[in-house]
């Protein structure tokens, strides 16, 4: 096994002392920084403001590592999904949604997921380990190359100009990693996605809610999708753990004092389970309770092979939206992408049975 250091993922701080340790000046950590994140190299020999000998000294002391693309596949509507490989054989999936001249990266920050969610795929596939903050940023890095958008591009050229951190795992059971992950993903200096165009959903680890949101300014999303206790439990056992109280309570919190600080709820609508009008009244009635400035993500249900849910009828779907809007909620109708690759929100997965997932659509 190589003990060099690997540099992506590294904090500025961490940069700055491994070249120092080396008898480097500080100022090179800058500089490195730029060539990595700003120009995107994978190699040293491209970072040509740096003399042949320091080159060769940095590249027998460290590694830049993408992760490998094991498959690629990209959807009809253009939505497009890698299944990426780290060093240690483990995969996650990640998914491009592109839209007329931006779109989104959905990274995942784990191999697998402990929460368990009953609708999601990822849920179905147990935790295999937490992904480190290397692999986490180096995931939008493969995005980057892929689509050619190096050197970082300004915020109003860019196709890949989100980031939603919605892809598997639950970011809160990695925090440290994604935090870490997320500040060198908007730092200025470097990849320079703007804060408020990150976006990190959990499923409601309220301890953490407003702590991961302070250390990264990026904007929050919670998985509702339910309005009531009962319910909830029933299709995210995590609700037994944390009840719909203690996360709104988090975000009540994550409010107060910003104004700024919208909220998404992402709410999925299952047929006959959480899509009537007495469920959108009650979940009026909970946004009124803790005084929340909030919009809805309605997300019709996007079936997996061996999922025990149906998605609601569009016409349900439409009373529900309508239900919120009257109340003054934003609650627009999330359109379903990237389906026929199994790349739509919920669907993700990274075990072998879905290399082949087209003999499964
Ligand atoms: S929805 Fe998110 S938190 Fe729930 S099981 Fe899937 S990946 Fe995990």
Redesign the pocket.
Known sequence: MSNKTELIGLSKEELTAALTALGEKSFRAKQLWQWLYYFGAADFEQMTNLSKVLRQKLAENFTITRPKIVTEQISSDKTHKWLLEFADGQRVEMVYIPEEDRGAVCISTQVG?????R?????SQKLTRNLTAAEIVSQFMVARDSYGEWPSPTNETRYLSNIVV?????PLHNMENVIKALNILTDGDGIAISRRRVTM???GIAPRIVEALQRTGVRLAV?LHAPNNKLRSQI?P?NNVYSIDEVLSACQKYQSGDGSRYITFEYLLLDGINDSPECAHELIALMKKYGLRASFNLIPFNPWPGCVFQPSPNSRVKAFARELENAGFAAPVRVARGQDILAAC?Q?KSKKDIEDNKSEA
Not at 113 to 117: F, T
Not at 119 to 123: A, E, L, N, R
Not at 166 to 170: S, V, W
């Open positions: 997921c402990a929460v368990g969610c609708f999601c795929h990822t849920g919605m892809g598997m795992g639950e959903s959990t499923s998985s995210m995590i919920g993700l």
